[in-house]
């Protein structure tokens, strides 16, 4: 399993995505969520909110992307 550098509120923003998934999809949006974040960001490089959501707009089912984002953009960080 990959150790993840989380940065800014990544972390709680990552536990929501899984937390939106149907429980019984949640093993498989984990892992498919892990293996993005490692395709995209790369193993050990810190996940930014910015790269992290370029993950998210990139594996979300289309149809889930607009709740997804309504979720997850305002625990975007007050740059």
């Known amino acids: 399993m990959a150790?993840?550098?989380f940065t800014e509120n990544?972390?709680?923003?990552?536990?929501?995505?899984?937390?939106?998934?149907?429980?019984?999809f949640r093993e498989q949006t984990k892992k498919q969520l892990d293996e993005s974040?490692?395709?995209?960001i790369g193993e050990g490089n810190p996940i930014t909110e910015e790269n992290?959501?370029?993950v998210v707009k990139e594996t979300t089912p289309k149809a889930f992307l607009?709740?997804?984002l309504n979720v997850?953009?305002?625990?975007?960080?007050?740059?």
């Open 52 to 54: 992290f959501m370029k």
């Open 37 to 40: 974040i490692i395709k995209i």
């Open 10 to 24: 990544t972390k709680a923003m990552y536990e929501t995505m899984l937390e939106l998934s149907p429980k019984p």
């Open 72 to 79: 997850l953009e305002p625990m975007l960080t007050k740059k």
């Open 66 to 68: 607009p709740m997804a």
């Open 3 to 5: 150790e993840f550098n």
